[in-house]
């Protein structure tokens, strides 16, 4: 045998390796870990869920069109993911404060962002696209990982308040090979910060499989730090809220920091910029629609005969209403004034920026009545 | 006024600091108990307790990471890198989330982190203990950069970096923690100097010596050699990096025409460079030769045995001062 080079655990296809509530037909399956979590969760609560997570495909398509229509200078969908981050950020409280990636869509839109918000980074008008104190969200994070180092020290300051907080940070799967989101879990278990990491395992890094970034399941990484874990069926909103209450108790409790890895999957490229089909199959794309979250949910609902075609049709009408909102909000953007690039690099005077503020100044002020 | 060591200045500067606002905390590898390698924050955890000077696990990146998220739950951290070589892994961190925040978030979020590295060489110190990488930060947009030369200067500007709003990369000389000055421990703040001005630490009219951190000690030793020959040096100390105090600068050139910029850092793309350029901007026709760097050479920081060959020394320092006066020089000889 020669050496073995290439990735041999298919941490891919360990499925069945993860808790859920509903299976992938919509039924019911009894959970002794998670179903105390979700006891409270009713039929309206789950037609909620439900329209919230057709809000955000709708909010996600239209972002990749407005991206396609060249409005956007690029996008990261999260199209299969809206389980996991409708799941997880519902059950977030609105004190807590969140560190998320760049993917995380759904959770902006759980925390009441702004038809705005969704897209003013990616067009490119500001360095942010929500304001992170209204939300209490910090700006999307590209640098991957970098953010989950932030919640460990937002973190740390709840516990030395002794404050009724909790600090969340989403990750993707291709995060944990970084040494920020190892050094945060560090860390989090040396301090027993009141911190939940949430890994979206979406099973991509952009051309990188998960396989790549972990030869074993992602959760099961956590234990080693100290930090327990649970691997949740990402698909399975239920499940994802469920697990998110668990982790969110658990460190509000004072018991340190907690991990998810919810097993999901990206239905679309990383971003609008690259061509998923140059790595991977179609077969496996099925195999994810046929997990879909939302039909999941549907298939379980109307099994139930508590999904009403008026539900649907609202629904429907509501998530055509936020879209329309959003474009209108994009296609309305007003770019800044030329000086503006210069606004909010120091909080107080730098005396070498405001000498090239004010030749800037001069040379534009040189073109006026020049014509 | 009291005389004490930079090492120590610098440990009443967090001291007071930390007494001015609970805000404050410290963050760094070995800070607690052991008081620091080098011994800054002795005695802190006692006054402070654990929850404000806070010993680390040993990863650079982690905790200037963490200094952010404390930064958003509205602390004033203060980081201590242990080595200037060891800042690396903490770069992306200090340029791309430290730097950038409040620049994304158009002032909503601040970052008035503080990030002490003790800093250069000349200590006889093993690999990634004696490296200069004053310039990656200096480029960096958002930052503030400081060199301190001398215990006041120490604790004043520690000081005026850990109350600052915005995030300051703070250079102490490793090879001065021992050197003592008077330093005023009952001043206030309000009635020093900014940070961002330099001083001029000896006038003087035939050429003005530009340098900062260690290098000052050094520009005054030359400044004294040039006097035994007739030269009147100006001596000027930057102290502040980000942004350099040009005005200041200029007004000297303009005096003494002639100019030495110096450093340890390596020459290419180095603080001496900008400076020049800048000088040369703003003051060309005051130029009576051309502006001389005199900078460690362009390779990795040698060997502690090597590193007198490396570090610009009194000679180099005179050699340049020759050639922005026209006197004989290395490049021309004694003979001509």
Known sequence: ?371 | MTEVTLGKALGAGLRQAMRDDDKVVLLGEDIGKLGGVFRITDGLLEEFGAARVIDTPLAESGIVGMAVGLAFRGYRPVVEIQFDGFVYPAFDQIVAQVAKLHYRTQGRVKMPITIRIPWAGGIGAAEHHSESPEAYFVHTAGLRVVAVSNPEDAYRSLRQAIASDDPVVFFEPKRLYHHKGDVDLEGSLADAPPMGLARVVRPGTDATLITYGAMVTTALQAADAAEDEGISLEVIDLRSLSPVDYDSVAASVRKTGRVVVAHEASREAGVAAEVIASITERCFEYLESAPLRVTGHDIPYPPAKLEKYHLPDLDRLLDAVDRVLDRPNSLTGADV
């Not at chain 1, 859920?20 to 870990?33: E, H, K, M």
């Not at chain 1, 439900?50 to 996008?75: K, P, S």
């Not at chain 1, 640098?143 to 600090?167: F, K, P, S």
């Open chain 1, 1 to 371: 045998m020669s050496p073995q080079i290439t990735p041999i655990a298919d941490t891919a296809q360990d499925l069945e390796l993860a808790e859920r509530i509903l299976a992938p037909d919509g039924s019911r399956r009894a959970n002794s870990r998670l179903d105390p979590f979700v006891a409270d969760v009713d039929a309206a609560q789950l037609r909620s869920l439900h329209r919230d997570m057709i809000i955000l495909r709708r909010i996600d398509a239209e972002g990749v069109a407005l991206q396609r229509q060249g409005q956007l200078g690029l996008w990261a969908p999260c199209q299969g993911q809206e389980a996991t981050q409708i799941g997880t950020a519902r059950a977030i409280a609105p004190q807590d404060y969140v560190f998320p990636s760049y993917r995380e869509t759904g959770v902006i839109y759980a925390r009441g962002a702004e038809p705005g918000d969704y897209v003013r980074m990616w067009r490119g008008e500001e360095g942010a696209g929500h304001d992170p104190e209204t939300l209490r969200v910090a700006p999307l994070q590209i640098i991957i990982g970098a953010q989950t180092l932030h919640a460990v020290g937002y973190a740390l300051g709840i516990r030395h308040e002794g404050a009724d907080e909790v600090a969340v940070t989403y990750f993707g799967d291709g995060a944990t090979s970084q040494g920020d989101v190892n050094e945060a879990m560090i860390f989090a278990s040396s301090y027993q910060a009141p911190v939940v990491f949430v890994c979206q395992n979406n099973h991509w890094a952009i051309s990188e499989p998960v396989a790549l970034q972990s030869q074993y399941p992602i959760a099961g990484r956590a234990p080693g730090f100290g930090i327990p874990s649970l691997r949740v069926d990402g698909n399975d909103v239920l499940a994802c809220m469920a697990a998110m209450r668990w982790a969110l108790d658990h460190a509000r409790a004072g018991r340190g920091p907690a991990y998810i890895e919810a097993v999901t999957y990206r239905m679309g490229p990383h971003t609008t910029a690259d061509d998923p089909t140059r790595y991977r199959d179609e077969a496996e794309l099925e195999s994810w629609r046929r997990r879909d979250p939302i039909a999941r949910l549907e298939e379980y609902l109307r099994a139930a005969g508590e999904l009403t075609e008026e539900h649907i049709s609202e629904t429907q009408a509501a998530a055509d209403l936020v879209a329309k909102e959003m474009r209108a909000a994009c296609l309305g953007m007003e770019t800044r004034a030329p000086m503006a690039v210069f606004d909010g690099v120091y909080a107080e005077p730098h005396t070498g920026l405001d000498r090239q503020r004010g030749e800037y100044a001069a040379y534009l002020a040189s073109f006026e009545g020049a014509a």
